[in-house]
């Protein structure tokens, strides 16, 4: 079993940034892959980022490359997503999700544990 709190949420002005982080428990996250999602108001949820066990191997959605990174530290078992050039578009629940397996995924069908999320606002 994983748990994971996301934090670092807020209300920000187009053009700035945030860093979200992710909190897994127990000691197995090392084991996982990790993945940010995003589902704004009457939308699907949509992967922004992913990464695998080691952080070695990374996946950005097109159109997110270049503004937001993915990271993890395995010894304080987070993952971080930081986001750039913050635009009114990025505004959105964000969730954390962990994934059995060990190579990123791209599909929310290939994640056993999700957080509860962390609202992000972007205002213009």
């Known amino acids: 079993q994983v748990q994971l709190v996301e934090s670092g949420g807020g209300l920000v002005q187009a053009g700035d940034s945030l860093r979200l982080s992710c909190a897994a428990s127990?000691?197995?996250?090392?084991?996982?892959?990790m993945g940010w999602f995003r589902q704004a108001p009457g939308k699907e949820r949509e992967l922004v980022a992913a990464?695998?066990?080691?952080?070695?191997?990374?996946y950005y959605a097109d159109s997110l490359k270049g503004r937001f990174t993915i990271s993890r530290d395995n010894a304080k078992n987070t993952v971080y997503l930081q986001m750039n050039s913050l635009k009114p578009e990025d505004t959105a629940v964000y969730y954390c999700?962990?994934?059995?397996?060990?190579?990123?995924?791209?599909?929310?069908?290939?994640?056993?544990?999700w957080g509860q999320g962390t609202q992000v606002t972007v205002s213009s």
């Open positions: 999700a962990a994934s059995r397996f060990f190579s990123y995924r791209l599909t929310p069908d290939d994640y056993d544990y």
């Open positions: 127990g000691r197995t996250f090392r084991s996982y892959a």
């Open positions: 990464i695998n066990v080691s952080g070695g191997s990374t």
